[in-house]
């Protein structure tokens, strides 16, 4: 877990790319120290901002080469230097080990020790990139225990164009929404802690924000001769 000078300057870093706002921010710091978590994780858990936006704006401001793992070969030499059990305690991944370079993939490329433990270990001077966390972790289960884990699914849109002079009628912009599933019904008094309050809070105030640019966008594409059709 990052200390609390880095969630410090990743936490500006952010508000200042206007990924989050300051209420957000303060819910994602108590969802952090509940689940002992990072503050890029908890934002993308929470669903307050895209992990590729955290991610390539806190490279930036750490000025460090973002880097996505999906797509990464596998390097033998690279995994055998530092091993599963020590890249899943700092939860990096060694993404090649060539010309006395070690490649290192960082969820916190501010960890100083973590990049001079894996240089003593590689005996190679380490090149550290920033990657997502949930990318990284992947990475170790691919890599290095044969694993496959399976990519969350996103919710999709088919669009079409609004009928045209000369075009038939059912072509149409279509907007296929999928919430998640709704919980059962609760058995006895709800009540919530301030934490969940104000989490409770944040999250009603990201859906009031979604839901007005929806509404933004509907009024735009009408305005424009489509039809738009929910399912």
């Known amino acids: 877990m990052p200390s609390p000078r880095t969630t410090a300057k990743f936490a500006e870093a952010l508000l200042k790319a206007r990924l989050i706002d300051e209420l957000q921010l303060k819910s994602a710091s108590a969802h952090m120290a509940r689940w002992a978590t990072s503050l890029p994780r908890a934002i993308a858990e929470l669903g307050f901002a895209e992990e590729d ?16 793992l999906g797509n990464v070969l596998k390097d033998n030499t690279a995994l055998r230097t530092l091993g599963v059990e020590w890249c899943e305690k700092n939860i990096v991944f060694p ?3 060539k010309d006395r370079v070690l490649t290192l993939a960082m969820a916190d490329p501010t960890e100083l020790q ?5 240089g003593s270990k590689a005996r190679a001077r380490v090149s550290a990139v920033m990657a997502a966390e949930s990318e990284i972790r992947s990475a170790i289960a691919k890599h290095f225990r044969g694993q496959e884990v399976p990519q ?9 164009q609004a009928p045209q002079p000369g075009q038939p009628p059912e072509e149409k912009l279509e907007f296929e929404l999928q919430g998640p599933p ?50």
């Open 95 to 97: 993404v090649s080990l």
């Open 182 to 231: 709704r919980p059962s019904a609760p058995r006895g008094p709800l009540t919530f802690t301030p934490e969940e309050s104000q989490r409770l809070q944040a999250v009603q105030q990201n859906q009031e924000k979604v839901g007005h640019i929806l509404r933004t966008v509907q009024e735009l594409l009408e305005a424009k001769g489509y039809r738009i059709t929910a399912k």
């Open 114 to 118: 973590v990049i001079d433990e894996a």
């Open 152 to 160: 969350q699914r996103k919710k999709t849109s088919a669009v079409r």
């Open 53 to 68: 936006a955290v991610l390539d704006a806190l490279a930036k401001a750490l000025r460090v080469p973002a880097m996505h």
